[in-house]
């Protein structure tokens, strides 16, 4: 009916726009007007639970030999307790997280132990705790 390059050009014969370009487009939009999505747990929020819902809560690096020493010991004298490892070279938020370990403990290094909700400290003091019989308190406190 219509020469083909002006049928190309009526309005109506546009395609529609494909689903990943109606997100880019939403995107633009919500960085225009500086929506941000759902806020995530805050660090606080993370370690504060982090310290209080869990019997062991170690705070590592996953190459650190401090650590490796730290997650051994328990994994072979308490091997029936749930013991949970924060590796924080391996996420986004370690850095701020081993801040925020030195505001509530006073310790930046790893590994950085805490047992029943009370700061232990690292592998040498935990080793120590141990040799002295009061880790195990402590564990099955
Ligand atoms: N005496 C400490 C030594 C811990 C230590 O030196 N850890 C190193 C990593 S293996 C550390 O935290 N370095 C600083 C950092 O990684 O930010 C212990 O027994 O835990």
Request: aromatic content about 10%.
């Amino acid at each position: 009916m219509f020469p083909r390059a002006l049928y190309s050009r009526l309005p109506l014969h546009r395609p529609r726009p494909s689903s990943s370009s109606f997100v880019l487009s939403a995107s633009f939009f919500a960085s225009l007007f500086h929506i941000q999505p759902a806020a995530s747990m805050s660090v606080k929020e993370l370690v504060d639970s982090a310290i209080a819902e869990n019997k062991i809560a170690i705070f590592s690096k996953s190459w650190c030999p401090y650590s490796k020493k730290a997650k051994a010991l328990f994994a072979e004298e308490f091997p029936q307790v749930q013991t949970t490892i924060f590796e924080l070279d391996e996420r986004d938020d370690g850095s701020a997280i081993q801040e925020y370990l030195l505001k509530v403990s006073g310790q930046r290094t790893v590994p950085n132990i805490f047992v029943n909700g009370q700061h232990v400290g690292g592998s040498d003091d935990v080793r120590a705790s141990f040799n002295q019989g009061k880790l195990a308190q402590l564990v099955n406190a």
